[in-house]
């Protein structure tokens, strides 16, 4: 019965869910970078893109050697915001993702 009383009441709820999840996770800066990305992105990632975006460390100012690993995006983000598409797009999981991080400013 506390399981239940801990479910979202509706879309929104949803989402900050998954978001806090995401940023208070071992790879909470790798998820960020990834929405953001996906927000301004001008075409769509690939695995290979992701891989890359997850290699560069901002602060440090460095590149991480690609280790040649199977990139798992699930382990980065929950499949609720983001989607991986047979022919490995990764995009949000449905368009109202987009626009509830774009007017609710959910990612500071």
């Given at each position: 019965m506390?399981?239940?009383?801990?479910?979202?009441?509706?879309?929104?709820?949803t989402y900050?869910q998954?978001l806090e999840q995401?940023?208070?996770?071992?790879?909470g800066?790798?998820?960020?970078?990834?929405?953001i990305?996906l927000?301004y992105?001008?075409?769509?990632?690939t695995?290979?893109?992701v891989r890359?975006?997850?290699?560069?460390d901002?602060e440090e100012?460095?590149v991480?050697?690609?280790d040649?690993?199977n990139?798992?995006?699930h382990?980065?983000i929950?499949s609720?915001?983001v989607?991986?598409?047979?022919?490995?797009?990764?995009?949000f999981?449905?368009?109202?993702?987009?626009?509830?991080l774009?007017?609710?400013h959910?990612?500071?």
């Open positions: 506390q399981v239940l009383g801990k479910l979202p009441h509706d879309l929104n709820e900050i998954a995401a940023q208070g996770g071992y790879n800066e790798d998820a960020y970078h990834l929405l990305w927000l992105a001008y075409e769509p990632l695995l290979e893109h890359k975006i997850i290699s560069i901002i100012e460095t991480y050697e690609d040649g690993m990139l798992e995006v382990a980065i929950s609720t915001l989607s991986v598409t047979s022919n490995n797009v990764i995009q999981a449905h368009a109202s993702i987009k626009e509830f774009v007017h609710n959910a990612l500071k």
